[in-house]
């Protein structure tokens, strides 16, 4: 198994920048792809950005590109996102999830691409 924390979310102005982490643990020789999703309250979880845990290949949402960044440091199975010129409309819970089973890029905008899931940290942005 892998197990996900997120941590680094928090409260911040609008235009204002937060760094999100997610130590990976477990059988993480097995993870394919990371990925971040987050959920604002009353809407659905939706794909934000996501990196290849080996190439380091990305895919970003439309609404993450320009303003959000990912990155990893496999020394110490880390994900992180870099959040940059944060909007009230930013205001979500955000997750880390692990593919372990390579699935087909296709899915990893989707939850069915995961199969290891955080907690979830909150990132709240004030007008």
């Known amino acids: 198994q892998v197990q996900v924390v997120e941590s680094g979310g928090g409260l911040v102005q609008a235009g204002g920048s937060l760094r999100l982490s997610c130590a990976a643990s477990g059988r993480t020789s097995e993870i394919s792809f990371m990925g971040w999703f987050r959920q604002a309250p009353g809407k659905e979880r939706e794909f934000v950005v996501g990196?290849?845990?080996?190439?380091?290949?990305?895919l970003y949402a439309d609404s993450a590109k320009g303003r959000f960044t990912i990155s990893r440091d496999n020394a110490k199975n880390t994900v992180y996102l870099q959040l940059n010129s944060l909007k009230p409309e930013d205001t979500a819970v955000y997750y880390c999830?692990?593919?372990?089973?390579?699935?087909?890029?296709?899915?990893?905008?989707?939850?069915?691409?995961?199969?290891?899931w955080g907690q979830g940290t909150q990132v709240t942005v004030s007008s």
């Open positions: 990196v290849a845990w080996r190439s380091g290949s990305t």
């Open positions: 999830a692990a593919d372990v089973k390579s699935r087909m890029s296709i899915l990893r905008a989707r939850q069915a691409g995961y199969d290891y």
